[in-house]
């Protein structure tokens, strides 16, 4: 099993460009999770997909984000216009939902460091 | 909402000594507690969870942890550290639909 694969590991941007993160999750998982981690604020869920469903945005924190999940084995995380201060690392995690997010077992990808200049 | 709080930011300890992190939560209803561990330039990964019978739960890598209703805690813990346990811990807790993670705690170890 390859785990929860992101790509890409390390990407450095200008401010104002367009920045997709993916994730690949685990196959058989249909609950999948974003993730971002400074130091200033720790981990923050972002989002989270059940069987490509988007079931809570709330921490998305502008419209400058989305997310897509347009199939079980993949999904993005944009950022249009992105801006120095999402400089984070964003992880994707996936679970396979036995009883629900409060007790389902994330498994975390590598994550994706991101700075914006 | 549920809340977590791990009140120390930093822990440092010898090898070979013995590690308690503490976890504290905030939750109206019987949580599903967690430890994970994150190690450089990783993702998290799941040391243990809590979710009925015994108190004393034991996870990967020799650590284990205690949940005290009467204190709402959740605090890990390891009778002897090895190097190798350098890394961020993080208690998350699990209710009402959700799971919050807590803002970790780094342990660094001596040799």
Redesign the interface.
């Known amino acids: 099993d390859a785990g929860v694969i992101q790509s890409p590991r390390h990407e450095v941007t200008e401010m104002g460009q367009e920045v997709t993160l993916r994730c690949k999750p685990i196959s058989g998982h249909n609950s999948l999770f974003w993730y971002r981690q400074t130091m200033m604020r720790g981990l923050e869920l972002l989002i989270y997909f059940n069987n490509n469903v988007p079931i809570d945005d709330s921490g998305m924190p502008e419209d400058r984000f989305s997310a897509k999940m347009p199939n079980a084995s993949f999904s993005t995380l944009k950022i249009q216009p992105s801006e120095p201060r999402d400089s984070a690392v964003y992880f994707c995690a996936s679970s396979h939902p036995q009883r629900g997010i409060s007790t389902d077992t994330q498994y975390f990808g590598p994550g994706t460091r991101l700075t914006v200049l | 909402a549920q809340s977590v709080t791990q009140p120390d930011i930093h822990i440092t300890v010898s090898e070979g000594a013995s590690l308690e992190l503490r976890c504290n939560y905030s939750y109206g209803a019987t949580p ?1 507690l ?1 430890w ?1 561990v994150q190690s450089p ?6 040391l243990l ?1 809590y ?1 009925s019978g015994d108190t004393l739960v034991q996870g990967i890598k020799g650590f284990e942890a205690e949940f005290k209703r009467s204190q709402s805690s959740f605090n890990l813990r390891k009778p002897s550290v090895h190097w190798s346990d350098a890394a961020e811990y ?1 208690c998350a807790v ?6 919050r ?4 705690t780094r342990l660094t170890v001596k040799p």
């Open positions: 599903y967690f994970y330039g990783q993702g998290l990964q799941l969870k979710f993080f699990g209710g009402n639909n959700d799971m993670f807590g803002a970790g």
